[in-house]
């Protein structure tokens, strides 16, 4: 395995790790949950489908606009679905909730800047980003529209059709709607793994001549 490969491979594990100890962060914060969980809240409300079960049927859902999008699964599409969710149990058990508001708000930021980095590091690590991910880069590559606009978008529809529902949403909630899309925009560049680049052949005309006659 080349060193560029264990990098990208070690890049995507610690991106989903760090994306669900962030969530954590900000459960614990207590300041409002993420969009797609107020939609999920949402639709388990009306429909009686158990929270982490309707979670999991969204994020089909959501794999089945990549098609339209001519989006491709990778390893890092299930592992995202694989690791994100133990991430954020550990997070869970070791992060306690701050009784202080001022904490509280600390914590939601950390946790809201943590996971736009980590986002930035598993997407970038180029092995497939996870089905909410991906409808955004599907989206953004699709029409030209800017990472931020589509993830806020995206984000804003979500979150009002969840409150529609029925879902639980607090600042928190809104100020992650707002920010998540130019925070990643800003950690995409900076963790994005660059296409490899084959080296070109140069033409026989260019070659040094070698004198066989010494």
Known sequence: MTFLGT?????LFIGLFLYGFA???MIRATLGVAPWDVLSQ???LQ???PFGVMTNLIGGLVLLFWIPLRQKPGIGTVLNVLLVGPSAEIGLAVIGEPEVLWARILLFIGGLLLLAAASGLYIGARLGPGPRDGLMTGLHHRFGLPIW???TGIEGTVLLLGWLLGGTAGVGTVAF???IGPLINLAL???RIPEPRNTPIPPPSSRPVIDSTV
């Open 47 to 49: 429909t009686g489908v």
């Open 23 to 25: 969530l954590a962060m």
């Open 189 to 191: 560049p900076i963790f």
């Open 42 to 44: 949402g639709v388990s």
């Open 177 to 179: 709607a707002l920010l």
């Open 149 to 151: 606009f589509v993830r």
């Open 7 to 11: 990098w990208r491979g070690t890049q």
